[in-house]
C-alpha cells in the first residue's frame, strides 16, 4: 500500500517520454549542425528560446510569443486527448486526420451558411456541428470493431482517405472553394476570446484554448472519477474479463472511439474557428494534426492531464520550428525530432516494463529468497552480461531451466574472471 | 479516340507499384509484424532513388536503363535500411507496431523535404523522365497482347511482373515461404520446430522494406517528371489492396489491377467511352478503393484470412 502511495507521486511513470524527448531534442541540434553549422549556434538558440522571449520578432513582447504557442496547442491538445482517450480503450484511434478534416468542413460549412443565426453564437452551433461530424465518422470504426472485432487501425486508415476526399469534393460541390487559393473561403465566425487578446496582445490566441483545456479537464474526470470512464479503462485492459464482470464492453468501444471523433472534430472546427483565417488548403493531403496527436498522446502518456503538458511542450516545438525557418532551416526539422521522440516513444514501453520488472524482481527477492529471483533472472535479465548468456541457450526451456540457469551463472563468472 | 490499349497501359502505371507495394506489406505480415510504415519507406525509397537519377542525368555520368536499374537497387537498399528500423522496434524492443510504424510515416517525408532543400535549395526534385520504351522489339508485334504490354511500356512493369511471379513461388513453394509463414500464425510451434521466429520476421520486414522502397521508384518514374517527397497515400493504399487480396500474392496482383482501374477511372472518367455515359460523379470513383476495402473487412470479419499471430511480439516464455 505503501508503494502505491509513493509511486503516485514521482515522476517516474514520465521518465520515458523524457528520455524520447531528449533524444529526439539532441537529434534535431545534430540536424542543425550537421546542415549549416556557422548558423547553428543562433538557430538552437531560437529554436529553444523563441517561443518565449519572441527572438522571432524582436518587437514582440514574450506575451505574444506565449500567445501563440496557446494558439498552436488548440489542435494538438484536442486531437492528443482524441487518441489518448481510445487508447484507454485499448484502440489506437489513427483517424484524428479524417475526423479534424470533417470537423473543419462542417464548422466552415456552418459558419457560413447558417446567416441566420445571430454572429455572437454561431460559432457554438458551427462548432458542436464539428463535433458530430468527426463523431459520426469515428463511431464507424467503433461499430465496426465492437459489432464485428474489424481492426480500427485499418477503418480509420481507410475512413482518413474516404473524409479527404470527400471534403475536397464538398468544398467545391457546397461552394465553399475560392479558386484563386485553392482552399475554402474566409469565415468570420470567431469563438470569443474570453479576454485572453487583453493578456497576450497581437497574438493569434483563441478561446477554442480554454474550451480545450476544460475538456481535458471534463476527459480526466470521465475516466478517473465515473463508473462510466472505469469500465471503458477495464476493456482497454482486459476485452474479455470486462465482459464476464458484466460491462457491456461493444457500448464502451463504440462510446470510447464515438468520444474520440467528437475531440478530433472539434480540433478541426476550433483552429478554423479562431479567427486567423486559417481555411482547408484543396490538397490530396491528411492534416498533419492526427498524427501530431499521436505523439501527444503517447508523450502524455494517454492521461488527459499530462496529454497538457505533452500538447504544450509541442507547440512550443512548432513554433521554435518557425522561428528558425528565418534562418534558412526547413521547419521540417520538427516533424523530423517529432517522428524521433514517437519512435523512441514507442520502444519506452521495454523501457517501462524493465523499470517495472526490476523493481518487481527487487521485492520478489527480498520476500521470497533466492531461488524464485533465480527463475526471474533467466527470463527477464535486467543486466547486460546475463541478457547475452540468455540469448545463446537453446529455444527449449521447459525442462532445462536448472540446466540454463547453471549455464548463465556460468558464463557470467567466466565475464567476471577473463 | 482513347485506344483501350492507352486505358490499359495507365491502368498498369498506377496498379504495378500499387501490387509491388502490397506485396512488401504482405511479407512483413505473413511474418507477424504490422508495417503501416510502407509509406514512409516508399517516401525514403523513392527519395533517394530519384536523387540518384537526377544527380546522374545532370553530370551525364550514367544513362538509360543502366541508371534506372541502378536507382532501383539504391531505393531497395535504402527500403532495406530504413524498415531495418521497424525491424528493431518491433521484433526486439517489443514495441508497438503500430506506433513505430507512424513514427517512420511522420520522420519520411519531413527527412526528405529537409535533406532536397538543404541539397538543391528546393523540396521538388526533377526528373528527366526518359525511360519509357515506345516498343519492345518482335515481342510488341504479337496480337492483342503485343499493344497492350509491350508498347510504351516502363521496365518497371516487368519487374513488377516478375517480383509477383517471384512472391509467389517462395511463398507457396519453398522451405523459406512456409518458415515465413508459419512465424505469423504460430510462432511458439514454429519456434518448436526449432526455426527462429526471430530471424524469420526480420527477413519478412526487411523484405518488405526492399520493396516498397522499389515500389517508392516506380510509383514516381512513369508517372512524374518531378517528385516533390510524397507518393500520395499510396501506402496506406497499398494496405487496402493487401487486405482485398487476402494477403495472398495473386489476389493481391488482381486488387492491385481492379484499385489501378479505379484510379485510371477516377483521373479520366470524363474521355472514357462507356463510363462517360454512366454519369457517375468523380468522387465515386476517388472514394470507392478505400469503401470497398471497409466493406470487405465487415464481411469477412468471421473468417478473417490474416495472419494469427499478426502484431503479437514473439515472446519465448510465453506458453
Known sequence: ?418 | MVRIADVFQSVLTYAIPLMVVALAGMFSERSGVINISLEGTMIMGAFTGILFIHTMQRTDLMSGHLLLLTGLLISMVTGILYSSLHAIAAINMFADQTISGTALNIFAPAFAVFVARSIIGVQQIPLGNVFRIAKVPVLAEIPILGPLFFENAYLTTYIGIAILIISQIVLSKTRFGLRLKSAGEYPQATDAAGVSVVKMRYAGVLISGALAGLGGLIYVVPISTEFSPDVAGYGFLAIAVMIFGQWKPLYIAAAAFFFGALKTISFSYSSLPVIKDWNIPGIVYKVLPYVITIIVLFLTSKKSAAPAALGEPFDKGKR
Open chain 1, 1 to 418: 500500500m505503501n508503494n502505491l502511495k509513493r509511486k503516485r507521486f514521482s515522476l517516474t511513470p514520465a521518465l520515458p517520454s523524457l528520455i524520447s524527448i531528449l533524444i529526439g531534442l539532441l537529434a534535431g541540434i545534430i540536424v542543425i549542425v550537421i546542415a549549416d553549422s556557422s548558423k547553428a549556434l543562433l538557430a538552437v538558440r531560437n529554436l529553444l528560446l523563441g517561443p518565449l522571449y519572441g527572438i522571432y520578432n524582436p518587437n514582440q513582447s514574450s506575451l505574444t510569443g506565449i500567445g501563440n504557442m496557446l494558439f498552436f496547442m488548440i489542435p494538438l491538445l484536442m486531437t492528443g486527448l482524441s487518441v489518448g482517450f481510445a487508447f484507454k480503450t485499448g484502440l489506437f484511434n489513427i483517424g484524428a486526420s479524417g475526423q479534424f478534416m470533417a470537423g473543419s468542413y462542417v464548422a466552415i460549412l456552418l459558419a457560413r451558411k447558417l446567416t441566420g443565426i445571430p454572429n455572437s453564437w454561431r460559432w457554438l452551433v458551427a462548432l458542436a456541428g464539428a463535433a458530430l461530424a468527426g463523431m459520426l465518422l469515428a463511431s464507424i470504426a467503433g461499430i465496426l470493431k465492437a459489432f464485428r472485432n474489424v481492426n480500427e487501425v485499418i477503418t480509420s486508415i481507410m475512413l482518413n482517405y474516404t473524409s479527404m476526399y470527400l471534403v475536397n469534393h464538398l468544398i467545391r460541390a457546397t461552394g465553399l472553394y475560392d479558386p484563386l487559393k485553392n482552399r475554402t473561403l474566409p469565415v468570420q465566425t470567431e469563438i470569443p476570446k474570453f479576454g485572453l487578446d487583453k493578456l497576450f496582445p497581437k497574438s493569434f490566441v483563441s478561446g477554442g484554448i480554454l474550451i480545450a483545456i476544460v475538456i481535458a479537464i471534463i476527459c480526466y474526470v470521465l475516466l478517473y472519477k465515473t463508473t462510466f470512464g472505469f469500465e471503458l479503462r477495464a476493456v482497454g485492459l482486459n476485452r474479455h474479463a470486462s465482459r464476464y464482470a458484466g460491462i457491456n464492453e461493444k457500448r464502451s468501444i463504440i462510446m470510447s472511439m464515438a468520444l474520440a471523433g467528437l475531440f478530433a472534430g472539434m480540433a478541426g472546427g476550433m483552429i478554423h474557428l479562431a479567427g486567423v483565417g486559417r481555411a482547408i488548403q484543396v490538397r490530396d493531403v491528411l492534416p498533419p494534426e492526427g498524427f501530431d496527436g499521436i505523439a501527444v498522446a503517447l508523450l502524455g502518456l494517454n492521461h488527459p492531464l499530462g496529454i497538457i503538458f505533452a500538447s504544450l511542450f509541442m507547440a512550443y516545438l512548432k513554433v521554435g520550428g518557425q522561428t528558425i525557418q528565418t534562418l534558412g532551416f526547413a521547419p521540417e526539422i520538427i516533424n523530423m525530432m517529432i517522428g524521433i521522440i514517437l519512435y523512441v516513444s514507442a520502444m519506452a514501453v521495454l523501457i517501462r516494463k524493465l523499470l517495472s520488472i526490476r523493481a518487481k524482481k527487487q521485492s520478489e527477492t527480498k520476500a521470497l529468497g533466492n531461488s524464485d529471483g533465480e527463475l526471474y533472472a533467466v527470463h527477464d535479465p535486467p543486466d547486460p552480461g546475463a541478457t547475452a548468456a540468455a540469448e545463446k541457450l537453446p529455444p527449449e526451456s521447459e525442462d532445462s531451466t536448472n540446466m540454463a540457469i547453471s549455464a548463465v551463472q556460468e558464463e557470467i563468472e567466466e565475464d567476471k574472471h577473463g
